[in-house]
């Protein structure tokens, strides 16, 4: 795995040596090996215990590339794919800036609530595109950047998949 935190250089490798069963592990972090034992983990984050110091993660906001965290107090940001702008940039063919990415996906499936933009209408980065409803609960999809609504892939009353286009934002 390759993780960079934003505004640090540098990346890190991360991989599972052994599962000791009940929860603990033996990892290995760049050349180092360290014991894991996870305490509690859900949708909202994880608190572990990490070579006998306790922390905590609370996840904020997670999209394809970039999650959003405080550990033990701290905020940050986490990329996934430090590679993710160049990926995304090679498989659209596009010409330009390394902000390529036009379409915006929906990270859960649903039913479309609310479509809150137009065709044309400009946005900011978190600007609530639409609101879907999954499991009885109603959750904001926001632009992930600024940007002109070219096209609206969804219609009030549809569904949509994990990882489905809901809009294309240029």
Do not use: W
């Not at 702008?85 to 609310?114: F, W």
């Not at 609504?149 to 569904?159: A, L, P």
Request: glycine content about 8%; overall charge neutral; charged content about 30%.
């Amino acid at each position: 795995m390759e993780y960079k935190i934003e505004e640090i250089e540098g990346t890190f490798d991360a991989q599972i040596l052994k599962n000791l069963g009940n929860n603990e592990y033996v990892i290995k972090l760049d050349s180092r090996e360290h014991q894991l034992r996870i305490i509690h983990m859900d949708s909202r984050g994880i608190e572990f215990i990490l070579d006998q110091k306790y922390h905590r993660v609370k996840y904020l906001e997670n999209t394809t590339a970039q999650m959003n965290l405080v550990v033990d107090g701290t905020p940050m940001k986490l990329n996934a794919n430090t590679k993710f702008d160049e990926i995304v940039y090679k498989n659209t063919g596009s010409g330009g800036s390394a902000d390529t990415q036009t379409n915006l996906h929906s990270q859960i499936p649903g039913k479309v609530v609310s479509v809150n933009v137009s065709e044309g209408d400009s946005v900011k980065k978190g600007d609530v595109v639409c609101v879907l409803e999954s499991m009885k609960m109603q959750v904001s999809i926001k632009s992930h950047k600024d940007g002109v609504v070219r096209k609206i892939k969804i219609k009030g009353g549809g569904s949509v998949a994990k990882n489905d286009v809901i809009a294309e934002i240029e």
